[in-house]
T-cell receptor
């Protein structure tokens, strides 16, 4: 079974609008971290936002916020006021305390922001 | 330069040749990782290392060899390259194994095996 599922291969949004990128996860660990990375066309992996499993409040970083619903095992990324520079591939990832303690990635969502 | 670097950034090789991809980090992070990125698969872990001289296999280790004689370096070797190893390879590092710590990624190496 996939540990990280991103069901939206591609998303379109108009500039200045908000967009939500979906992510669901599967783990039996009590302690884990959820991460979102952005990969623009230049190829580098850019860390955006982090949510800990014990964090009671949703994480926010500027225009990025993470809608964390622990019971549903979802960690959706919300980008407010989209900009043209937000066009990129977005990856949701999880790091568990057990096993390799590495990052398990979803397959990504390609976001295109139109003027 | 501070951070995590990879070399070469681009490499074209032929089937059967040995190729080594280099990764260097300046933070003295204990953990280092190698991932490959393929369309439709996201990033998949090849090998990781918890410290110098400690390495272990990830999800897709076949055809790859790693070593870590120094904390700052984590080379990845394809002993006999195959076309299926054409991919983008990312090295990453992390200060420890805590789930609260992000991993810092290098810029990637685009490898083509002809």
């Amino acid at each position: 079974a996939q540990k990280i599922t991103q069901t939206q291969p591609g998303m379109f949004v108009q500039e200045k609008e908000a967009v939500t990128l979906d992510c669901t996860y599967d783990t039996s660990d009590q302690s884990y971290g959820l991460f979102w990375y952005k990969q623009p066309s230049s190829g580098e992996m850019i860390f955006l936002i982090y949510q800990g499993s014990y964090d009671e409040q949703n994480a926010t970083e500027g225009r990025y916020s993470l809608n964390f619903q622990k019971a549903r095992k979802s960690a959706n990324l919300v980008i407010s006021a989209s900009q043209l520079g937000d066009s990129a591939m977005y990856f949701c990832a999880m790091r568990e305390n057990s096993g390799y303690s590495t990052l398990t990635f979803g397959k990504g969502t390609m976001l295109l922001v139109s003027p | 330069d501070a951070g995590i670097t990879q070399s070469p950034r681009y490499k074209i090789t032929e089937t059967g040749r040995q190729v080594t991809l280099m990764c260097h980090q300046t933070w003295s992070h204990s953990y280092m990782f190698w991932y490959r990125q393929d369309l439709g698969h996201g990033l998949r872990l090849i090998y990781y290392s918890a410290a110098a001289d400690i390495t272990d296999k990830g999800e897709v280790p076949d055809g790859y060899v790693v070593s870590r004689s120094k904390t700052e370096n984590f080379p990845l070797t394809l002993e006999s390259a195959t076309r299926s190893q054409t991919s983008v390879y990312f090295c990453a590092s992390s200060p420890d194994r805590s789930s609260y710590n992000e991993q810092f990624f290098g810029p990637g190496t685009r490898l083509t095996v002809l």
